[in-house]
């Protein structure tokens, strides 16, 4: 069974760096040791069994199957096939391996046992210098540096892709809520505590116990109680069957546990640590019940965002609905709803600015058309100045604040469309003089006269400028202009 949460929106718009950090980690270091390891790992075996130590040990455990009333063979086999049976069950046989690191797999009598122990130290010299036993976790061995070390190592490219997979849905929006140094802490407490509780329950395992999903189980714990009885989004699959549900996050822990021991129980011989991911569920749980004591606050404004992301969708598709069906005024109300959310929201500006053009004349139409010149200011001129001659055209007498007169005039005048410009200058020389951008405009509006040819109107522009603002830089450069018209 597999069921994992889908990534939804929270209204979050941090970069999930310490998740994405993690995976880039695990990637690296698992694409520059693999090769090596394969190296180092190949000629160990190739050694084992060149040395005669793969014969040495079979004939060992031979006698181990035969003590025991447990060697079956399969007389439909030929000799290599029965070979190749016994040698698979052998490693998978804990009770065996458990002898062979103990060094009583072959008696101390046995005339084989001094053969037997040097090749075995040959090999696990050999064996040992692999990144995997190196830097994994091993009981038997009692490498505490393995506890941290073993959650950044993969033993296959599989094994890494599912982790990675599982580490971003998981904890990409737990990173969110409980922020990034949170985040980190429980990451590589509930990686450690995995570890643990599987050198408890397995001591004598010498092999090494390497991957994130103990870490990454002590997300998952930490996600169910964090985000409580919030309903997530989620995808399961039950092998055949598979579909998507809406759940609070919290029942997601008790399916995952229930998983992890019944894998636990019904896979014996697998190789997952079926028991570090349960050390990572419960250490996760634990650890996330403290944050949302401290956190409750940061992770409901979290969610806040994302509900109120909710309610803006779901009123702009009524109001839009609205619109279809001609019903104005509840389309106004639904769009009002979402600036009171939102009051930026671009869309309810626009479509409140079309419902009002019925009333051109209203002040209604006024305010909405000023609400959504104020919105486009710092946007593409061209839109800003293409809603302004709409609002123009649509209205006997726009009107227009001393902001948008001076955005306006500035806008006109740097794409020299003079003609344009000049009544909304005029306009602002009347009812704002004092504006500190005058000055400047008049001169560019007196320049553009000039250049169409109009002297009149330019003659106009550089007087003004120079009556009105003596003191102006631009004076000086008028009063010459003035100078060359007259002379001209």
Known sequence: MLIVPVLTGTGEKRVPFLCIALIVINSLLYFFLIPEDTRVTAAAYEYYEESGLLDLELDAYRAYLEKEGELVVDADLDGERQRQVLLRRMFSDDGFQELIESGRAIAAADPRYQEWQSKRTAFEQQRNKAG????????????????????????????????MVFLYLVGSMLEAAI???????????????????????????????????????????????????????????????????????????????????????????????????????????????VYKRFLRQRIDALFAKAEQKQDVDSYLE?????????????????????????PNNLQAIRQLYVIDKG?????????????????????????????FEDYRATTKQPQ???????TLSYLYLKKRQHLKAAPLVAALLKRQPGSTNLPGFLLTLGDGFRQHNRPAEARKCYSVLA????ISAECSLAKNRLAELSTG
């Not at 994994?136 to 982790?163: C, E, I, Q, V, W």
């Not at 305010?367 to 839109?383: D, G, M, Q, T």
Request: proline share 4%; charged share 15%.
């Open 467 to 470: 009556s009105r603002y003596p």
């Open 318 to 342: 009524s109001g839009l609905k609205r619109l279809v069906d001609f019903d104005f005024i509840g389309a106004r109300t639904d769009f009002e709803k979402v600036l009171a959310i939102d």
């Open 400 to 406: 227009l604040t001393i902001d948008m007169l001076e």
């Open 179 to 289: 922020g990034r140094g949170f985040f980190i802490v429980l990451y590589l407490v509930t990686g450690v505590c995995s570890s643990l509780l599987f050198g408890i329950v397995y001591p004598n395992v010498p092999g090494p116990l390497v991957g994130a999903s103990g870490a990454i189980s002590g997300l998952m714990g930490a996600y169910g109680v964090v985000f409580g009885l919030r309903r997530i989004r989620v995808f399961y699959s039950l092998g055949f069957y598979f579909n998507y549900a809406m759940m609070p996050a919290l029942v997601l822990f008790p399916i995952w546990l229930i998983n992890e021991f019944f894998q636990l129980y019904t896979n014996q011989n697998s190789n997952v640590a079926y028991v570090a991911h349960i050390g990572g569920l419960l250490s996760g749980v634990a650890i996330g019940a």
């Open 359 to 387: 009333s051109a004349d209203s002040e209604r139409f006024h305010e909405s058309a000023h609400r959504l010149l104020n919105r486009l200011k710092n946007s593409v001129p061209e839109e800003y100045l293409e809603l």
């Open 132 to 163: 995997s036993y190196r830097f994994g976790y091993s009981p038997k061995r009692d490498n505490t540096a393995g506890l941290f070390t073993y959650m950044f190592m993969h033993g296959g490219f599989m094994h890494l892709l599912g982790n």
